[in-house]
């Protein structure tokens, strides 16, 4: 039983966290996935828009997900060495200096592999998302009717 842990914030979910997860799940027969806490949204990139919680359960219920998990503030090794996986899935984008020499250093031997890029949709980043919204917004483009 191959066991493959991704992460990422999840915060609002798009084709490319589907892409992501979908080629993760396709290394293995267990996909744990790892929501980033709130705390480390905030240090790392933004104030999250959606609860760790709700965002944890979101990804849980796509179907390439096993199970989904909360991560840990502090130690960013911590959980792998928790979950134990066999292989790590980072996507295209996710920053990861050292993490092969760093799981070595403590013992873990989880082969780390790079996911692929998303490119069938130019809506594939939150960040591309809030833009669009923006744009619809300035635009006054967003809502149409009474609601």
Do not use: W
Not at 2 to 31: C, I, N, S
Not at 106 to 132: M, N
């Amino acid at each position: 039983m191959v066991k493959v842990m991704a992460t990422g914030v999840f915060d609002l979910l798009h084709m490319g966290h589907v892409h992501y997860l979908r080629e993760a799940k396709a290394m293995g027969d267990e996909l744990v996935v790892v929501v980033a806490t709130d705390e480390t949204v905030r240090r790392r990139k933004h104030v999250p828009i959606t609860p760790q919680e709700m965002r944890r359960d979101l990804v849980e219920a796509l179907k390439p997900v096993d199970r989904a998990v909360v991560g840990r503030t502090g130690d960013p090794l911590a959980i792998v060495e928790e979950l134990k996986p066999d292989v790590i899935a980072l996507g295209y984008d996710q920053r990861a200096e050292d993490l092969e020499k760093r799981l070595r250093e403590r013992g873990i031997t989880a082969r780390v592999v790079r996911c692929s890029p998303y490119t069938e949709h130019d809506l594939h980043g939150t960040r591309r998302i809030i833009r669009k919204i923006e744009e619809k917004l300035q635009n006054n483009e967003l809502y149409v009717g009474d609601e």
